[in-house]
């Protein structure tokens, strides 16, 4: 075997990877630490001529500050931050002080960029542009040229392209949440106003939520999610999930049964609601939202089916639009009563996906700039690890197990309880 060969082996072995995770890590260091270090020098150079009655100077470098663990993209790292003596004191004799730039004390992440550049990518600026935008923001933009963030998004492309080939072999998902989002950016192919992103999540058997997949879509169709379920299958996901909830726009509902035929179907009251509504007067939304809520808010399915029999009677005779739009899909709304009560508030909507891009979803008209589908998906796929941090477990995720292992619930309760 040649040397490049050796080399190729070799650079695959866990041994060397945690060597380069180091040696990134201690290349940040270096560049933090040397910067931090500069901003220093440069501020008590500046403030050399400012001197006391002894013609001693007032701002001079002092030691350093206990060392702190920034968290970053590469691991966390230690740096020690110079300390400074300031005797000066501003118009009100107070102490003024020395407080940097670079690492202020509050300091302890180093996320914003990587939660900021695709937050602006899909809400349509140009990459030229990503500087003074962030500087809008009250973020120092200075350093993020045009040539860094492509440089950023082409290391992100490859996290993403990785993370999609990923075995899911060991992996049991109890629910899903499914969902097509459209973003301000214009995809640059030709017919990419029906494009958009086909986004999937899951709770797993602990009850923790993770982004399963990640694909375009086109006009979210069945073709279109039938491809990414069936990916996720080849992946290595055996086990149907038991229920799973999405919009009933969503080609999603054709393409399930014929990858997970047993998962159970639920809509998204938020969606529902929003389509009736639209079908009414201004008028009379007010109060028809208060009987909408009255329904999935209802504590067992008789009361909730009262309440869906009473909005149908109220409407059907003058807005039978909006009536039979609540109508058709009854089964599929009331669907979260034979789950745990502990769960409904995670199964009747999106929300999981919804909190996660509502800042950055389509509401106006696309921007003129168009980007690539693959930056795309790489921003999508980097929003939702940033989003990740932030997610909450199931309530009542003692009670998986026994949805797991097929145990009935009847209004949100054991059937077999007292």
Same mark, same amino acid.
């Given at each position: 075997m040649d040397n490049t060969s050796t080399s190729l082996r070799l650079a695959t072995t866990p041994v060397v990877c945690n060597i380069i995770d180091q040696i990134l890590r201690d290349g940040a260091r270096q560049m933090l630490q040397k910067a931090i270090e500069r901003e220093v020098a440069d501020y008590v150079e500046q403030r050399a001529s400012a001197l006391d009655a002894d013609g001693h100077r007032l701002v001079v470098r002092n030691g350093s500050h206990p060392k702190r663990s920034i968290q970053t993209g590469s691991g966390s790292i230690e740096i020690c931050q110079p300390r400074v003596n300031d005797k000066r004191v501003d118009e009100k004799g107070e102490r003024l002080r020395f407080t940097s730039k670079i690492l202020p004390p509050y300091l302890r992440k180093t996320k914003a960029i990587e939660e900021l550049v695709p937050w602006l990518y899909l809400k349509g600026i140009s990459t030229g542009g990503f500087s003074d935008a962030l500087t809008a923001l009250g973020h120092d933009g200075s350093g993020l040229s045009a040539t860094s963030v492509v440089r950023m998004k082409e290391v992100w492309q490859g996290e $993403?392209?990785? $993370?999609?080939?990923?075995?899911? /072999?060991?992996?049991?998902?109890?629910?899903?949440? /499914?969902?097509? #989002? +459209?973003?301000?950016?214009?995809?640059?192919?030709?017919?990419?106003? +029906?494009?958009? #992103?086909?986004?999937?999540?899951?709770?797993?058997?602990?009850?923790?939520?993770?982004?399963?997949? #990640?694909?375009?879509?086109?006009?979210?169709?069945?073709?279109?999610?039938?491809?990414?379920?069936?990916?996720?299958?080849?992946?290595?996901?055996? #086990?149907?999930?038991?229920?799973?909830?999405?919009?009933g726009a969503l080609g999603f509902w054709k393409a399930l049964p014929q990858v997970f035929p047993t998962t159970l179907a639920q809509r998204c009251w938020v969606h529902k609601t929003a389509n009736v509504l639209d079908k009414l007067p201004k008028s009379l939304q007010p109060a028809a939202k208060d009987q909408v809520h009255q329904i999935w808010m209802s504590a067992t399915q008789a009361d909730a089916t009262k309440a869906f029999d009473a909005f149908i009677a109220t409407h059907e005779a003058k807005h039978p639009k909006a009536a039979e739009c609540l109508a058709k899909d009854r089964a599929e709304l009331l669907a979260f009563y034979s789950f745990p009560a502990e769960h409904w508030q995670h199964l009747r909507t999106t929300n999981p996906i919804e909190s996660t891009f509502a800042t950055v979803r389509l509401r106006t008209v696309r921007t003129k700039g168009s980007g690539s589908r693959r930056a795309c998906l790489t921003m999508v796929f980097k929003l939702c690890q940033s989003a990740a941090r932030t997610w909450r477990k199931l309530k009542g995720r003692k009670l998986l197990p026994d949805v797991i292992q097929g145990v009935q619930f009847v209004d949100g309760l054991k059937k077999n309880a007292a």
């Open positions: $993403w392209e990785l $993370w999609g080939k990923r075995s899911l /072999a060991d992996k049991k998902y109890v629910y899903l949440w /499914a969902d097509g #989002i +459209h973003f301000n950016v214009r995809l640059e192919d030709e017919g990419s106003d +029906h494009q958009c #992103i086909l986004v999937l999540m899951g709770a797993t058997q602990d009850g923790d939520k993770e982004l399963i997949a #990640i694909n375009e879509g086109f006009r979210e169709s069945e073709q279109s999610w039938l491809t990414l379920l069936r990916d996720v299958r080849a992946r290595g996901l055996q #086990i149907d999930p038991k229920l799973a909830t999405g919009d």
